[in-house]
């Protein structure tokens, strides 16, 4: 079956303790990004990626990091998460059609920083 | 102003009502996505399209470029059609990102 896993659904941390949320996506897509989800604000991209070793900054990019070492795993890493990070994050790949990409998001990592 | 402007902001509708639910944007795209997020969090994509119209089951999308207008429509809503509709538009050139609206909170009612 395609699909985008995410690592964990769900975690509580204190502020300051490094975490690493992990994505992977079984489609062989090139294109894989991190959003974040907070009420009244809707989606925002935090980081992409165009293929292996290629990342680059969506809007939000501060205070998180993510390697792409290889073409299936996309990992976010917060390495001193603070309390404004709390929020709900989803990993999407895509595969392209064309110039538009259609997007699989996956199920949703729900991230509280006390 | 926000890119993507979707309206109405909440919705509640009957069982079995014809529902449309709107999204505008402002800049140049290549394509426009509607995404249906049910309560619990996951996001599926229903449409992706970038001209014209395309129908899934009960559902329609409609885009007009020359508008920048595009309308989600749900034929005999049903309860379980109740979740966030998330409209988002990728900008022009391959390496684009995705714009999202803030979504609309759709509840039909038995």
């Known amino acids: 079956e395609a699909q985008v896993t995410q690592n964990p659904r769900y975690l509580i941390t204190v502020t300051g303790k490094k975490l690493t949320v992990t994505c992977s996506q079984n489609m062989n897509h090139e294109y894989m990004s991190w959003y974040r989800q907070d009420p009244g604000l809707g989606l925002r991209q935090i980081y992409y990626?165009?293929?292996?070793?290629?990342?680059d900054k969506g809007d939000v990019p501060e205070g998180y990091k993510v390697s792409r070492k290889e073409k299936r795993n996309f990992p976010l890493i917060l390495e001193s998460p603070s309390p404004n990070q709390t929020s709900l994050y989803f990993c999407?790949?895509?595969?392209?059609?064309?110039?538009?990409?259609?997007?699989?998001f996956g199920p949703g990592t729900r991230l509280t920083v006390t | 102003k926000n890119e993507v402007e979707q309206s109405p902001q909440n919705l509640t509708a009957q069982e079995g009502e014809f529902i449309t639910i709107n999204c505008s944007y402002s800049v140049g795209i290549s394509a426009l996505h509607w995404l249906q997020q049910h309560p619990g969090g996951g996001i599926v994509s229903l449409f992706m399209?970038?001209?014209g119209k395309k129908k899934h089951g009960r559902l329609i999308a409609t885009i007009n470029i020359q508008e920048k207008h595009s309308s989600l429509h749900i034929t005999a809503s049903h309860p379980r059609d109740s979740a966030v509709y998330i409209c988002a538009v990728q900008g022009l050139g391959a390496n684009s990102k995705l714009t999202f609206g803030k979504g609309i909170t759709l509840s039909v009612r038995p």
């Open positions: 999407a790949s895509s595969s392209p059609r064309g110039v538009s990409y259609e997007q699989y």
């Open positions: 990626s165009m293929n292996v070793e290629v990342t």
């Open positions: 399209l970038s001209s």
